[in-house]
């Protein structure tokens, strides 16, 4: 059972659909202008959980992981969900270099794996995901940062109120 904290919703994923799941909920809650940090070792579902949230907003083509891309952008009607995966920077400067500062805007859903490799160079999360594998599957932490950030549990935890 998912506890809150105010800013901090936890839970326990049992498997990969728990993880498209939690995915496609937070995909409904969200708004644009959102940025989420994804956090968590290699293999914890964070890919997953992407693929969850684009798939929610009506995607329904293939969600790679972008580790040789950097970013993968999906655009839909109303924003565009850039996924970044920062894993193979060895120096944060490589945020400045590659330019992606722009992408983070009122217009974007900004899904960012390996925040720590752009250091403080990186926009400010709304939201920071932390995906943690344990022998029954991953546990998960959700905490907002700032009040975009909490608005977005906030409709969440409504969501999942009203589905109960």
């Known amino acids: 059972m998912p506890m809150n ?8 994923l049992a498997d ?8 496609q909920e937070l995909a409904k809650a969200g708004r644009a202008g959102l940025v989420i940090y994804l956090d968590g070792d290699l293999g914890a579902g964070k890919t997953t959980f992407c693929r969850g949230f684009l798939t929610a907003l009506g995607h329904s083509g293939r969600v790679k992981s972008p580790t040789y891309t950097l970013v993968e952008s999906y655009p ?9 995966d920062l894993y193979r920077f060895a120096d944060p400067e490589e945020w400045e270099d590659a330019g992606f500062r722009e992408l983070f805007h009122e217009n974007a859903v900004c899904l960012v794996e390996w925040p720590e490799k752009a250091d403080s160079l990186l926009p400010a999360a709304d939201l920071t995901l932390e995906l943690v594998a344990d022998t ?28 109960s």
Do not use: P
């Not at 990969?16 to 995915?23: F, N, Y």
């Not at 839909?76 to 970044?84: C, I, L, Q």
């Open 76 to 84: 839909f009607a109303n924003f565009t969900v850039h996924h970044f």
């Open 16 to 23: 990969e659909a728990a993880t498209l799941a939690l995915g």
């Open 136 to 163: 029954s599957g991953r546990t998960y932490h959700l905490h907002a940062a700032t009040e975009t950030g909490q608005q977005c549990l906030n409709r969440l935890l409504i969501q999942r109120a009203d589905a």
């Open 5 to 12: 904290d105010t800013n901090v919703v936890a839970g326990h």
